[in-house]
């Protein structure tokens, strides 16, 4: 994992699911569960594209990435929903209960390399 690949990664990330969190809020029901699980697994679908690029990494490796993206997701979402929407959005759990996603995506879906050495890679 280079420096480049987890901050260019991240930003691209948080510009996307920032991108479907106005357009949730804008556009469409947000009472609807239908709704809501495509959001979520949109959510999760990006996510899991956007760790598995960075590479083979650790667990520790895997906590740092988490702390960097939800930072910049956080930062994302504070000027983008709060400007472009208000603070509405902030009142639900639903908008809430992203953020634990993205952190539980991240951890459970990353190339491990313990699996790569296993497998005969190098684990680099």
Do not use: C, Q
């Not at 479907?20 to 609807?32: A, C, I, M, V």
């Amino acid at each position: 994992m280079t420096s480049g690949k987890l901050i260019g990664y991240g930003v691209v990330l948080s510009l996307i699911l920032t991108t479907l969190k106005l357009f949730f809020y804008r556009f469409l029901n947000t009472e609807s569960v239908t709704i809501l699980l495509v959001i979520y697994v949109l959510l999760m679908v990006f996510t899991v594209a956007s760790v598995r690029r960075v590479g083979i990494i650790n667990y520790l490796e895997s906590v740092v990435v988490i702390i960097f993206w939800l930072s910049f997701g956080l930062i994302f979402d504070i000027f983008a929903i709060g400007l472009g929407y208000g603070l509405e959005p902030y009142t639900h759990i639903t908008f809430w209960l992203m953020y634990p996603l993205l952190l539980l995506t991240i951890f459970l879906f990353h190339k491990k390399r313990h699996v790569d050495i296993r497998r005969g890679g190098e684990g680099k």
